[in-house]
């Protein structure tokens, strides 16, 4: 674990099962991610990938199992904002320029005002978990993400979100390169533009550990779920 205020807490109070109107509230964003086959491949399937990622990784730094779910749940939704950016962005091969990139950005927070608008009014502890991770899971601890927070300061559900969500990037076949392996992505994160001060050191930590396990499925799973 790491020391004092960057120690990766799991959130408190959580229950599981989430109550029912939180679960219709969200299997309406899934409908919505479904009925659309593009986004369906490019959030939804990211999505569900990265809910197993983060889930295995909330386990492996110490979570219990309604912080285990919860943080699947979180890693299931994490791109929701996806929904609100120009699909031509989502699947345009190669590179974006400045203001392109700022719209595919802009996803994060939209994605956590998505949730917030889709759960308001619900009592329930597991919201602003799903929120976190929706909004800061492109946040980096070296203040070079989106630049919201930084640090400490990135609730740890996202941090956990941010390792998934960039190992699942990596190892998924893009229109201009093929899927790398789990070896390969983890070289690659930690390598600049990202570096492991990117990171929460327990959450890279953890999902080293993972190696064996992910080795094996990840990218067969990714190439098998890429219709
Ligand atoms: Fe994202």
């Known amino acids: 674990m790491g020391a004092g205020c960057m120690a990766l807490n799991e959130p408190d109070g959580l229950d599981w099962p989430p109550p029912p109107a939180v679960r219709a509230a969200l299997a309406l964003i899934d409908a919505r991610e479904r009925s659309n086959g593009v986004y369906d491949r490019e959030v939804r399937e ?24 919860w943080a699947g749940l979180a890693g299931r939704f994490h791109d929701v904002g996806k929904l609100d950016v120009p699909l031509d962005l989502l699947v345009k091969p190669g590179r974006l320029n400045a203001s392109e990139m700022a719209s595919v950005s802009d996803h994060a927070g939209l994605g956590a005002c998505a949730i917030t608008e889709a759960l308001r009014g619900l009592e329930c502890p597991g919201i602003p978990v799903l929120v976190d991770a929706a909004g800061m899971h492109h946040e980096r601890m070296d203040g070079r993400g989106y630049g919201r927070v930084e640090g400490a300061r ?26 790398m392996s ?37 990218r067969d799973l990714a190439q098998a779920m890429h219709r």
């Not at 990211?46 to 779910?69: D, I, K």
């Not at 979100?161 to 998924?172: E, G, H, N, P």
């Not at 994160?189 to 990171?199: K, Q, Y």
């Open 46 to 69: 990211h999505g569900v990938r990265v809910a197993r990622t983060s889930a295995s990784l909330a386990s492996a730094v110490g979570w219990g199992r309604a912080a285990c779910a």
């Open 154 to 179: 990135i609730p740890p559900v996202a941090r956990l979100v941010a390792v998934a969500d960039v190992l699942d990037a990596l190892t998924s076949d893009r229109a201009y390169r093929a899927g």
């Open 182 to 218: 789990f070896h390969e992505a983890m070289d690659v994160m930690a390598s600049p533009p990202f570096g492991r001060l990117a990171f929460d050191e327990d959450a890279l930590r953890a999902l080293e550990a993972m190696a064996p396990s992910l080795a094996v499925g990840h």
